[in-house]
C-alpha cells in the first residue's frame, strides 16, 4: 500500500461508526483528501535544491447539500484533514511557510458530490495543538500535565475498569511530550512496549487496559498574512520533522 493509499484511507477510518451513516450519497470525507492530496502535489513548487513550497491555506468548497453533511462534523473533520495534509506534507518532503488551515464553503454553484479546492501560501504563527484520540474521541491537551484513567478526578475519565483510576499522564511543554505511568495496578504500555515514562512522538500509541490512546500533534495556522517567501539558501535551510516546521523549530 503506498503513501497515498494510507493518506485516503486514514479519514476512511475516522468517520466510520458513529458518521457512517451520515454518508448515504453524494460527496464523502476520502474524496476531500483525494483533491487535497492532488492540489498539494500540483501546486508545489520546487524554490531552491532541497526545498519543496507547498500551500498551506485551503478552502473547500462543495454544494449546499454535502456542506451542510459536513459542517456536521465540527472540529473533528477539520482537525483529522489537518492531520492528513500534515502527514502527507512530511512524507513527501514538502515545506510549509506556516501552519496548516482549512476551511469549508457552501458553493451554490457545485452540483452535489463535486468538490473543488482553493489554495494558498501564506505566513503565518504555528500553533502546536496537541491532542489525544480515544475510542473515536478527540481531546485537546490543555495543561502541561493531564490524567488519563477510570476515576472521576482524571483529566480524561475513561470507562474501562482495566484501568487505575489515576493510570497514566501526559506532560507537554509547549514543544514536546513525554508519557508517564503512575503506578497503575496492570501497567502501560507505548507502541506495544511496557513503559514507565518516555517521550512521546506524535502518532504513537499507548494501550491501558483495554484502551488504546493515540497522540498526535497538529500544526494550524494561529495568525497570518499573504506573504510570498523569497527562495531560501539551501546551505542555510532548516529542515525539521522531515521537511515539515517540528514543534520547537
Not at 6 to 34: D, H, M, Y
Not at 208 to 215: A, Q
Amino acid at each position: 500500500m503506498g503513501i497515498l493509499d494510507n493518506f485516503e484511507k486514514g479519514l476512511e477510518r475516522a468517520v466510520n461508526g458513529a458518521f457512517a451513516k451520515t454518508f448515504r450519497s453524494g460527496l464523502q470525507p476520502v474524496e476531500i483528501t483525494s483533491a487535497l492530496r492532488r492540489e498539494l502535489d500540483t501546486k508545489a513548487a520546487v524554490v531552491a535544491r532541497d526545498r519543496i513550497l507547498a500551500p498551506n491555506r485551503f478552502t473547500v468548497r462543495m454544494s449546499h447539500t454535502d456542506y451542510a453533511r459536513m459542517s456536521a462534523l465540527g472540529v473533528t473533520l477539520i482537525d483529522e484533514l489537518t492531520a492528513l495534509v500534515q502527514k502527507h506534507g512530511t512524507e513527501q518532503r514538502y515545506q510549509f511557510t506556516g501552519g496548516i488551515a482549512i476551511t469549508l464553503q457552501d458553493d451554490s454553484s457545485l452540483s452535489e458530490g463535486m468538490v473543488q479546492i482553493d489554495s494558498s501560501s501564506v505566513t503565518s504563527t504555528v500553533a502546536w495543538t496537541p491532542v489525544v484520540d480515544i475510542n473515536g474521541t478527540r481531546h485537546p491537551l490543555v495543561k502541561a500535565r493531564t490524567v488519563i484513567g477510570r476515576g472521576s478526578d482524571a483529566d480524561i475519565t475513561i470507562d474501562d475498569t482495566g484501568t487505575s483510576r489515576r493510570h497514566v499522564e501526559i506532560l507537554w511543554d509547549g514543544a514536546r511530550a513525554q508519557v508517564r505511568d503512575l503506578g497503575s495496578t496492570n501497567g502501560s504500555q507505548l507502541n506495544g512496549a511496557p513503559v514507565t515514562q518516555a517521550i512521546l512522538e506524535p502518532d504513537s500509541t499507548i494501550t491501558i487496559g483495554r484502551t488504546r490512546i493515540v497522540f498526535r500533534v497538529l500544526a494550524q495556522a494561529s495568525r497570518d498574512t499573504p506573504a510570498v517567501p523569497p527562495p531560501a539558501d539551501p546551505a542555510t535551510e532548516r529542515h525539521d520533522m522531515g521537511g515539515f516546521w517540528g514543534p520547537g523549530a
